[in-house]
């Protein structure tokens, strides 16, 4: 049973780092099954019920009993809200994945270069102090990144067009093909 619990706990951390809401929801609901195992299993082995009078023998303690009830309860409040985040997701985008942040990808393409951000930069002045910036970014970092994302979205239509393109071109070809089958 302890690897059965460790089994789900460790697929349900697994399923949790994916990008998509629902492998997200699947990987809550086994993580949360996998710890309610786990306290079930540190309850100890089956006994008699506590409450039960004139019975001789070992008794089962209820408190792992109560916090698996408990987190059952805890699982079904954060399923149904992971669960209407996915449906509000796949309404506003047509897909549950998450998105990026302009900032996070900005962080991600400064981690890359090794740059440092304005906001942890060990000469800074008083000037720079004083400002109340919003962002632990410039200005220009964020701009930058916001032209990237927009280059990268570019790209990618190009890509569809060219690949629908493609498409169409093949089955124009097919039907030459099909037509002067025909003739033949």
Not at 153 to 177: G, N, P, S, T
Request: glycine share 8%; hydrophobic share 45%; with cysteine.
């Amino acid at each position: 049973m302890v690897a059965v619990a460790a089994g789900l706990i460790g697929c349900g951390a697994y399923l949790l780092l994916e990008r998509s809401l629902s492998r997200v929801l699947v990987g809550l609901v086994m993580m949360g099954n996998g710890v309610s195992l786990a306290f079930l299993v540190a309850g100890g082995p089956a006994g008699r019920a506590p409450i039960v009078e004139g019975t001789e023998g070992t008794y089962v303690d209820p408190l792992p009993q109560a916090m698996v009830l408990t987190a059952i309860v805890i699982m079904l409040a954060t399923v149904s809200f992971v669960l209407a985040m996915a449906y509000r997701s796949w309404q506003l985008t047509g897909h549950d994945d998450v998105q990026d942040d302009v900032e996070d990808a900005l962080i991600r393409t400064m981690a890359r270069k090794d740059v440092e951000s304005e906001s942890y930069r060990a000469e800074s002045t008083e000037e720079e102090d004083v400002v109340a910036v919003a962002s632990d970014f410039t200005v220009e970092e964020l701009a930058e990144a916001a032209e990237a994302a927009e280059r990268a979205e570019e790209r990618a239509a190009a890509a569809k067009w060219a690949e629908e393109k493609a498409a169409l071109e093949r089955r124009q070809a097919k039907q030459r093909d099909d037509q002067e089958g025909e003739r033949k």
